[in-house]
């Protein structure tokens, strides 16, 4: 039997188990008009299920207790760190979970089986290169470490720098994964950023973010490692980006609130470094922009909607940008005007073409910061991690992962 056939069948069980309502609500996952919610009980912990909708294939892959292999999680919730952190390494074999969790918890990158625990303090993201490194930041030291053999490789250690920050919480390496912009206090005091190569072991100029208005939030490296983008919010609530090369030169100022935030950076189709996320500000309010590092140059890709996230951490699918909508899907039903996706998970074209990929259906009623969805895409785009409280306010929220299958999209180009 073909693997196609074998999910086809499989659609139709649970399709045939979830009832007339769910068959009628059926619709294509290229659609771009609102699709209303199959009532769903909660999937069983690892055991793979079609989403009633779009037809997709997703697995529960936390659970409350022990899972084995030294992993647990706490009961209220378990899950992946963040829409722009990446979950998995660079050949997809590992993710990890750390929202939850009772250290760094590793599990298969395929079957989401438990495999090892590290009790590490710091920050550490994936290297996007290398499948059995992460790159750590903590104290005074930037290193290399292998989760595997729990190996680490010191390349920076500072008697005039400390309480270094990968981000903090917001930081990816370049996509090569040669460079990374750390937040650290020097010996003076100075609140600072600089570059660091860990190719060459050399470090760049220091850029005074004290000089900057606000107070810094996190600064990342840009995708092809020439220039660092910091985020300073304001007393007043207003978050404003601030880019400069990593020889300290300033370029960009964004102080228009939040256009955008809570996004993510990538190299676009013309080559040029963007950053994309939702606008808070006027002209284009709670739409999802992308935006030139180099000139600022703003292009609106989805209208005024509830999109929350945008995550661009599908380095080996480029030209897509995935993002974790919320809201309640009565009120966008009723309203025309917006978006027409509501608790959802879809990628996005970065065109400007507005063409869709309708990947999941959360659940996830607003509640808390733990409860929103934060979806984040493997290297490769073939499957995602979303979290949700599945309908339940307060209640447990868990993580999920999508396996999204593109092979229509390859026909079709």
Same mark, same amino acid.
């Given at each position: 039997?073909t ?6 069948l499989v659609?139709i ?5 979830l009832?007339?309502h769910? %068959? ?19 999937p ?5 299920t ?6 997709e294939?997703?697995?529960?892959? +936390?659970?409350s ?5 030294g992993? %647990?999680?706490?009961k ?5 760190r ?12 590992l ?8 250290g760094?918890c590793f ?16 920050e ?5 290169q ?8 903590r104290?005074r030291?930037? &290193?290399?470490?292998a989760?595997? +053999? ?7 250690? &500072? ?5 270094l920050?990968?981000g903090?919480?917001?930081?990816n390496p ?7 912009a750390v937040r650290?206090?020097r ?7 600089f570059?660091y ?7 760049? %100029?220091?850029i005074a973010l004290?000089?900057?208005a606000?107070?810094?939030?996190n600064?990342?490296?840009s ?14 609530g207003?978050?404003? %980006?601030f880019?400069?090369?990593i020889?300290?030169?300033p ?6 609130h939040h256009?955008?935030?809570h996004g993510?950076? +990538?190299v676009?189709a013309?080559g040029?470094e ?19 590092l ?5 292009t609106?890709?989805?209208k005024y909607g ?11 699918k480029?030209g897509?940008?995935?993002?974790s909508y919320?809201?309640?899907?009565n009120?966008v039903?009723?309203?025309p ?12 074209r970065?065109?400007?073409s507005?063409e ?17 969805t ?6 490769d785009?073939?499957q995602?991690?979303?979290s ?12 999920f992962v ?5 092979s229509?999209?390859?026909?079709s180009n």
């Amino acid at each position: 039997m073909t693997c196609r056939r074998r999910h086809a069948l499989v659609l139709i069980f649970a399709v045939a188990c979830l009832g007339p309502h769910a %068959a009628a609500s059926q619709a294509s996952n290229t659609s771009t008009h609102f699709v209303a919610t199959s009532a769903m009980q909660l999937p069983d912990y690892l055991r793979p299920t079609v989403d009633p909708a779009f037809g997709e294939t997703f697995t529960r892959i +936390t659970k409350s207790g022990p899972l084995g292999n030294g992993v %647990a999680c706490i009961k209220d919730y378990c899950s992946h760190r963040y829409s722009s952190a990446q979950a998995w390494n660079a050949d997809q074999s590992l993710l990890v979970i750390t929202n939850g969790c009772n250290g760094m918890c590793f599990f298969d990158g395929h079957t989401f089986l438990p495999l090892l625990m590290r009790d590490r303090s710091g920050e550490c993201e994936w290297h996007p290169q290398n499948a059995d490194l992460m790159i750590c930041v903590r104290g005074r030291r930037i &290193s290399t470490w292998a989760p595997r +053999t729990n190996h680490e490789d010191v390349l920076f250690d &500072s008697k005039d720098y400390r309480d270094l920050h990968f981000g903090p919480g917001k930081g990816n390496p370049s996509r090569d994964g040669n460079r990374l912009a750390v937040r650290a206090l020097r010996s003076d005091g100075a609140e600072v950023v600089f570059a660091y190569d860990l190719k060459q072991h050399s470090k760049f %100029a220091d850029i005074a973010l004290g000089r900057l208005a606000g107070v810094n939030e996190n600064c990342s490296i840009s995708p092809l490692g020439e220039n660092i983008l910091c985020i300073q919010a304001l007393a007043d609530g207003t978050e404003q %980006a601030f880019i400069f090369s990593i020889d300290g030169a300033p370029g960009q100022q964004w102080t228009e609130h939040h256009r955008p935030g809570h996004g993510d950076m +990538t190299v676009d189709a013309d080559g040029s470094e963007i950053y994309v996320g939702i606008s808070k500000s006027y002209p284009d309010s709670y739409q999802v922009i992308k935006r030139r590092l180099s000139d600022g140059k703003v292009t609106a890709l989805m209208k005024y909607g509830e999109a929350s996230h945008a995550s661009l951490r599908a380095l080996n699918k480029p030209g897509w940008v995935f993002l974790s909508y919320g809201g309640d899907p009565n009120e966008v039903s009723a309203r025309p005007e917006m978006a027409p996706y509501a608790r959802e998970v879809i990628a996005l074209r970065l065109d400007g073409s507005g063409e869709v990929r309708r990947i999941a259906q959360t659940r996830s009623v607003d509640f808390d910061y733990r409860s929103e969805t934060h979806a984040s895409p493997s290297p490769d785009g073939s499957q995602v991690i979303w979290s949700s409280n599945w309908g339940v306010p307060g209640g447990p929220v868990y993580d999920f992962v999508t396996r999204v299958d593109w092979s229509e999209e390859a026909k079709s180009n």
